[in-house]
């Protein structure tokens, strides 16, 4: 509140008491005052979505004194936000014409309806939101349609859409309950969608991996297919899946499963022929030394991520081939070289299934969320940061656990470890290599001192450390592993609701990706993101301005410490505070549902016979 016009108003009040006659007037003020201080309020929730982008905004002192690489990539973060927030569609109108203008094709039909929904949930609909869903859609026009419609139809873990009615099915009760959440997502949607079948991913580990070379054919068919029919020759009625139905033919893909570590090849088949991955095979042995890259990558500024989207791309980083669990040993391996279509909550860029957000987005379990709680105030949170998790990531075992990230991530963030490091003492952190201090000037700043520094605000470790194979103990099993002791302890593990009483809160990789992230984007902490797997929401939160990115490689966290800790406090809770805010705007349950409604639609297009006819043209008429 602004003390200076509070108290006015006050003196107003007090004035028509005394008069006792005019109370009415006072009750008047008093609603006015509300109303005004209420708009007051409002108006700062809101402020965030559309920052201040004007020249004196850059102009503050202290980003003049600093002038470092995070303040320009802040500042170019920040604009860039802006100008998509002006692609804002506000009417059907204008968000049929922009699709039309992307995508090269009508809207399918039910857009209408679609719409009318997103307006009514107040969801904010810039169609550059959307585009993973052509990404994720498109190579799927090079198929024969009713090809798609009898895969999918038998596969062991489907929903099931009839005639406004949702149901699935599952070969496995014991699995966590991912199919019954996504379900009850599409039932939202209901009676809006056309009949179809979603087949569905439900283990942690992402699946198809289709050759490069033919997803580049796939995609350049469906480029060549791309019309704006006349509206003369549109329908509107999809055909419906009654064929399949009646006939029920089984169809089994032919799916590689492997208990070694094959899966970086496989993954960088799926490479550009021209890219550095492709030729470069997974690790002969895991004795040998980790390739861990001495500076930092094409797609950093100045050694900061200032391409998100290029910094999850293992097809740039040959060396995540001995740096992450998934090209280790994952715990589990199935994949697939031929496109069928297949819903996830995660993938590698390289993957071809069809993003839909993560399962465990959808539950209210305060293990993933906080519950309730966002947390305390920005000024009443310590000045520090808090990890705490399992060592997955994979199977790690005596022979090869110090190529899983998670481990690195633990070992990096150990000041006792990054201190005997300093002195010469290598064999301590055998999952990484101190990079030269001239890479980032935190380094020379605290040469000598890094592991002092890191241990004044990181607490960081597991609080199991999951190792294979497992060794029992009483009822159940050890939590510790014998190989990894003398590099880490298991910690006791802090609820999320603690977590965010910290103001950082860095999110790496699990298995695949993290399911904590909406809770922490949706917290009042700064998030900080380093991720090789893509999600549904990547178009839509945007680094630098809703969280911090970092490299896979975790090499440049030190330098963003220092700089949010030095001097940059009012950043981080700027990014904090908008991260929030908007999570709150396109982040919502709401927001989900409305983005795998729109899927749906494009999905149940791309399987129809008609699906060159299928159009919402209805504007046009
Ligand atoms: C890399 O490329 C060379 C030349 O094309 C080829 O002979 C070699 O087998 C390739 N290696 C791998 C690991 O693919
Ligand atoms: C790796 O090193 C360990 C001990 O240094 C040795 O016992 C093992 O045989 C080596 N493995 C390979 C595949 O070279
Ligand atoms: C970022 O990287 C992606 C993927 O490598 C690329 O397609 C995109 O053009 C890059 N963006 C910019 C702004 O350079
Ligand atoms: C940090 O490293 C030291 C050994 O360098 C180890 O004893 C300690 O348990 C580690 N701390 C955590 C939290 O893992």
Not at 225 to 243: C, E, N, T, V
Not at 528 to 551: C, G, N, S
Request: proline share 7%; with cysteine; aromatic share 12%.
């Amino acid at each position: 509140m602004r003390p200076d016009s509070a108290k006015p108003v006050a003196s107003y009040v007090q004035l028509a008491m005394y008069r006792g006659w005019q109370r009415y007037i006072a009750l008047t003020a008093i609603v006015v005052f509300i109303v005004y201080f209420g708009f007051l309020l409002r108006q700062d929730s809101l402020n965030p979505i559309t920052p201040d982008l004007s020249p004196s905004q850059f102009e503050h002192p202290a980003l003049k004194v600093s002038n470092h690489p995070i303040d320009h990539l802040i500042k170019k973060a920040r604009f860039g936000f802006k100008q998509l927030l002006g692609k804002r569609s506000v009417t059907l109108e204008q968000a049929a014409s922009r699709y039309r203008e992307r995508r090269g094709r009508h809207p399918p039909p039910g857009f209408d309806i679609w719409f009318k929904a997103a307006q009514k949930k107040d969801a904010i609909v810039v169609e550059e939101f959307f585009d993973r869903i052509h990404h994720d859609i498109n190579p799927f026009w090079a198929l024969d349609p009713h090809d798609m419609r009898v895969q999918t139809h038998t596969q062991p873990q489907v929903i099931h859409v009839r005639s406004g009615k949702a149901s699935w099915v599952t070969d496995d009760d014991k699995r966590p309950p991912w199919i019954q959440l996504w379900t009850a997502l599409v039932e939202e949607m209901l009676p809006h969608l056309p009949d179809l079948d979603m087949v569905v991913n439900v283990m942690d580990e992402t699946r198809i991996l289709v050759p490069w070379e033919k997803i580049d054919s796939y995609v350049a068919t469906e480029e060549k297919m791309r019309k704006l029919i006349h509206p003369d020759d549109a329908i509107s009625q999809y055909s419906g899946l009654s064929d399949v139905d009646a006939a029920n033919e089984p169809y089994e893909p032919n799916w590689i499963h492997s208990e070694t570590n094959t899966y970086w090849d496989h993954t960088r088949a799926a490479c550009p022929p021209d890219s550095i991955a492709r030729n470069i095979s997974s690790l002969a042995s895991f004795n040998d030394s980790i390739d861990y890259p001495t500076g930092p990558m094409e797609y950093t500024y100045k050694g900061f991520v200032q391409n998100f989207t290029a910094s999850q791309d293992a097809c740039r980083q040959p060396h995540l081939r001995g740096m992450h669990g998934t090209f280790i040993e994952s715990v589990s391996m199935s994949t697939l070289h031929e496109l069928l279509p297949m819903f996830g909550g995660s993938k590698l860029p390289q993957n071809n299934e069809i993003l839909i957000p993560g399962a465990m987005y959808l539950t209210d379990d305060p293990f993933y969320s906080g519950g309730r709680t966002h947390g305390v105030k920005w000024a009443a949170k310590k000045d520090a940061l808090v990890w705490r998790g399992a060592a997955s990531g994979g199977r790690n075992k005596v022979d090869n656990w110090w190529h899983f990230h998670r481990h690195r991530w633990v070992q990096m963030m150990n000041g006792t470890t990054v201190s005997a490091m300093e002195a010469g003492d290598e064999s301590r952190g055998p999952s990484f290599k101190l990079i030269p201090p001239e890479t980032y000037s935190v380094l020379k700043k605290q040469k000598g001192k890094l592991g002092q520094w890191l241990s004044s605000f990181a607490d960081v470790g597991f609080n199991i450390l999951e190792c294979f194979p497992r060794v029992p103990s009483g009822k159940g099993y050890l939590k510790t592993c014998e190989y990894t002791d003398p590099f880490m302890e298991v910690m006791q593990s802090v609820p999320m609701k603690t977590q965010y009483k910290y103001k950082y809160l860095p999110d790496v990789d699990g298995n695949s990706f993290s399911a904590r992230w909406r809770g922490f984007l949706l917290s009042t902490s700064m998030p900080l993101k380093a991720t090789i797997y893509a999600e549904w929401h990547d178009d839509r939160m945007i680094p630098w301005v809703h969280f911090v990115p970092f490299d896979s490689s975790y090499m440049d966290i030190y330098g963003i410490m220092d700089y949010f800790l030095n001097g940059h406090d009012a950043e981080a809770q700027r990014i904090a505070e908008e991260g929030r805010v908007w999570a709150e705007s396109v982040y919502r349950r709401d927001d989900m549902m409305l983005y795998v409604w729109r899927l749906l639609l494009e999905y149940a297009r791309v399987v129809d016979d008609n699906r060159e006819r299928l159009a919402f043209v209805e504007d046009l008429r």
